[in-house]
C-alpha cells in the first residue's frame, strides 16, 4: 500500500465533506461570477466580459426590487405568526396529555410529508370556496400553514430535552410561573425556537409551488425570478442572489463566534 492510498484512507471522511460541501457551494459561486456579466442579450447563461453595471444599479430592473420587498414582508409576517403559534404548539404536545394528542402529532407533520403541490391546491380551493380574493393574506396564510410544522418540530425537540428539575428548583426559589417562564423556560428552548423560525423564514421566502397556487396577481420575488427565466434573466438577479448569500454566511458566522465566545466565558 502506497504513502497517498494510506493517507487517503486516514482522511477519506474528510475528503468526502470537503467535496459535498464543494458540491452544495458550487451553484452559488456561479451566480457570484455572472453577476459580473455584461451579457449581449436577454439571458445571462454565457460569460461575455466583466462588468459592476449590475451591482451599482440592483433594482434597475422593474419590478424586482418591489417583488423582493414584498417576499421580504410576507417571509417577515410569516416566520413571526408560524414561530408564536409552533411554540404555543410544541409546549402542549411536550407537556400535556389529552386525548387528541397522537392525532395532533401526526397532522402537524402532514405538510413535511405531503408534496406541496397537494397543499397548494387544497389551500387555493379552500379560498376559492370562501370567496376570498387572492394576494396577500392568501400568501400569508398559506405560508404560516406550511412553516407551522417546521417550528413545532424544530421546538418540541428541544422542550422534551429539557428538564424539569430547573423548573421546579425555580419554583422553589419562589419564582412567579410568569418569571420562571421567561428566566429559565423561555431561555433553554430559545435554541429550538430561534432555528424554527430561522427555517420558516428561508422555506417563506424561498417557496414558489404554493406562492404561484395562492398569489393572483401578486408577485414574489421567486415567481418573478421564474417568469424573467422566460423572458431572459437579467444580472440583477444574480446579485439579489449573491447578497442573500453573503448574508446567510454572514449570520452563520456571527452564531458560530458568539457560542465560541460563549464556551470560553
Partial sequence: MTALTRWIRRNLVVIAGLGTLAYLILPNVVVLVFSFNKPNGRFNYEWQRFSTDAWTDPCGVADLCGSLSLSLKIAIWATIGATVLGTMISFALARYRFRARPAVNSLIFLPMAMPEVVMAASLATLFLNMGVDFGFWTILIAHIMFCLSFVVTAVKARVMSMDPRLEQAAQDLYA???????????????????????????????????TNFNAGSTVTFPMFVWGSAQRGTPVQINVIGTAMFAVAVLCVLVGQLAGARRKRS
Fill in 176 to 210: 412567579s410561573p410568569a418569571q420562571t417562564f421567561l428566566r429559565v423556560t423561555l431561555p433553554i428552548a430559545a435554541p429550538g425556537i430561534a432555528a424554527g423560525a430561522l427555517l420558516s423564514f428561508a422555506l417563506s421566502f424561498d417557496d414558489f409551488i404554493i
